[in-house]
């Protein structure tokens, strides 16, 4: 039976490398023609197997994903997405408004500079020290936060 198939004689020579570039070129595509998720890659413009350098509070930050009322409630976790003062609970609200995160606060962002607020933070190592210890607060003392346990 195998006498009879005649196989591409494709030289493996460079094979691991042509497919690690073809799965590259795949993923970049997805990454700038994506529907969710817009806020990573505008920070990240390049789909690439090097780390960008962020710890686990960073990523979940500039994603949304995580501890946030805004995230739990898309998933149908909590009954809303209201922080207890009232207002939205994600993390541009945590950071910027919200009474129970005051000591970690930073400068409200104009919206049209949200995107280069959030560079900045990211790029400044006292800004993103702020930044962990905001969200690890956010993590630590959800119950506080919260207003109802669903």
Known sequence: MWDSVQLNKMP???????IS?????IWQDNWDNGETGRI???IVPRASNKPVGWNREEIM???GHGSFLSYLHRFNLRTHDSCSCGENGDPIHYATKCRFTLSWHFQTPIV??????????????????RLRLLMRFIC???????EDNN
């Open 40 to 42: 990573t890659p505008d």
């Open 21 to 25: 570039s073809a799965a590259l070129s």
């Open 12 to 18: 493996t020579e460079g094979l691991p490398l042509r």
């Open 61 to 63: 930050f500039v994603t």
């Open 140 to 146: 630590d003392e959800n119950n506080l936060i919260v």
């Open 112 to 129: 049209s500079l949200k995107l280069q607020w959030l560079k900045n933070i990211l790029t400044n190592n006292l800004s993103r020290t």
